[in-house]
Nanobody, 115 residues
Framework: QVLLVESGGGLVQPGGSLRLSCAAS????????MGWYRQAPGKQRELVAT???????NYADSVKGRFTISGDNAKNTVSLQMNSLIPEDTAVYYC?????????WGQGTQVTVSS
């Protein structure tokens, strides 16, 4: 099994910043890509950002220019730097990892943007 643990969520004012982190552990053979998704109450889960082991990134249009995803292949971790946060960013953020033989999800961390 591959386990993912997220950290860094919390309450922040509009315009503020948060940094989310995710660490993978367990029976890991290789990780091809990691990413972040989010789900607001009453909404479906949506992609936020992904990064491959080669460093290629992809972002949702709603977060381009504000969020930055980064990873450390040696440590099997991924981070999401979130700047210029707006109330619409409020959601539970989930880390995921994709390998040749698995697709794992974390339990999520709450991000609330409110004044």
């Amino acid at each position: 099994q591959v386990l993912l643990v997220e950290s860094g969520g919390g309450l922040v004012q509009p315009g503020g910043s948060l940094r989310l982190s995710c660490a993978a552990s367990g029976r890991i053979f290789r990780i091809n890509a990691m990413g972040w998704y989010r789900q607001a109450p009453g909404k479906q889960r949506e992609l936020v950002a992904t990064i491959t082991s080669g460093g290629s990134t992809n972002y949702a249009d709603s977060v381009k220019g504000r969020f930055t995803i980064s990873g450390d292949n040696a440590k099997n971790t991924v981070s999401l730097q979130m700047n210029s946060l707006i109330p619409e960013d409020t959601a539970v953020y989930y880390c995921n990892a994709v390998g040749d033989l698995y697709h794992a999800w974390g339990q999520g961390t709450q991000v609330t943007v409110s004044s």
